[in-house]
């Protein structure tokens, strides 16, 4: 079984809908973080998380809410979906006991097309 | 703000070659850059992390440089096969493990 997945893996949806995505991981970390990938732009962090307790914005978090239910368990949610919101999804998960330079770990992404 | 280069956006090389990918950075102040590889439908897959201290790290055909002070990695790919052609990703991380990464470069590998 893959250590993070996520669900679902692609969706299509009307403008105006609220859209969840969920992500969870296996590998026990207490990081995880959710990125969107746009044709020529690379990969963007929306929002990141290093613990239950504790939620960061990243590069571009407007039209985006996050929660962390549990160690595991980290969606993200598009409170009224957007076509400029069309995009690859990844969660990813790191490790930050074993130091600074902690590798991380992605899921399989969710493709996303708002209509 | 950090800004994250690579070069070439494509490359198309027969079987066996040598090639090199370039990923260039404008923020010295990093922990780490990691060399990421990604296939399509699939979500990227980690090759390298080479620490801010480090000058190399090598796995298998993949060796992976790194030159903090002029902003640059290249990674090394040798005899390349087709089971090579993916997307390959340079990040680096900076604070609170947050990563910056490159657009990519798209490689193919011919047989």
């Known amino acids: 079984d893959a250590d993070v997945t996520q669900t679902p893996r692609n969706r299509i949806t009307k403008t105006g809908k609220r859209i969840m995505l969920e992500c969870s991981q296996t590998k026990g970390h207490d990081r995880m973080y959710w990125y969107r990938q746009d044709p020529g732009l690379g990969l963007r962090l929306i929002y990141y998380?290093?613990?239950?307790?504790?939620?960061n914005k990243g590069e571009i978090s407007d039209g985006y809410s996050v929660s962390r239910q549990a160690q595991a368990k980290f969606s993200l949610s598009l409170e009224s979906a957007i076509p400029n919101q069309t995009a690859l999804y990844f969660c990813?998960?790191?490790?930050?006991?074993?130091?600074?330079?902690?590798?991380?770990?992605f899921g399989p992404g969710t493709r996303l097309t708002v209509l | 703000k950090q800004e994250v280069t690579q070069i070439p956006a494509a490359l198309s090389v027969p079987e066996g070659e040598n090639l090199v990918l370039n990923c260039s950075f404008t923020d010295s102040a990093i922990y780490n850059l990691q060399w990421f590889r990604q296939d399509p439908g699939k979500g990227l897959t980690s090759l390298l992390l080479i620490q801010s201290s480090q000058r190399e790290q090598t796995s298998g055909r993949l060796n992976a440089s790194l030159d903090k002070s002029s902003g640059r990695s290249t990674l090394y790919i040798a005899a390349s096969q087709p089971g090579d052609s993916a997307t390959y990703l340079c990040?680096?991380?900076?604070?609170?493990?947050?990563?910056?990464f490159g657009e990519g470069t798209q490689l193919t590998v011919n047989p």
């Open positions: 990813a998960t790191s490790d930050f006991r074993t130091g600074l330079t902690d590798t991380q770990y």
């Open positions: 998380s290093f613990d239950v307790k504790d939620i």
């Open positions: 990040a680096v991380q900076t604070s609170g493990s947050r990563l910056t």
